[in-house]
C-alpha cells in the first residue's frame, strides 16, 4: 500500500465484505439453515481477520515504530470501527445462530 486512504478502503473493504456476510448468514439462520449459516460465519471471519491484519500491519505496526508516512485520520478512524464493529457483529452473530438452533430443536 502506497498511502494510508489506500490502507483505509482496504481495510472499509475487507471489513464491509465481512458485515454483509455475517448477515447473510442471520438471515440464513432465521430460515433454519444452520449449516449454510455457519459456513457463511466461517467466510466472514476470513474477511475480519484480513482487515484486521492489515490494520495491524500497515497502520499500527507502523505508527508504533514512526514508520508511517500519512498521519491518522477519519478515514483510518472510520476504517478501525468498521473492523471493530465487524468483530462484534460475529460474535453476537454466533450467539443468535446458537438460540435459533436451541429454539429450532424445542
Known sequence: MSTTEE???????LAGDGRAALTKALKLARKGDFGEAEEVVKEADEHLMK???????????????GTLKDPFNVLIAHAQDYVMTG????????????????????
Open 7 to 13: 490502507t483505509a478502503f482496504s481495510i472499509i473493504s
Open 51 to 65: 482487515a484486521h491484519r492489515l490494520q495491524t500491519e500497515e497502520l499500527l505496526k507502523k505508527e508504533a515504530d
Open 87 to 106: 468483530m462484534v457483529m460475529k460474535e453476537m452473530t454466533s450467539e443468535i445462530i446458537n438460540l435459533y438452533t436451541q429454539i429450532r430443536a424445542k
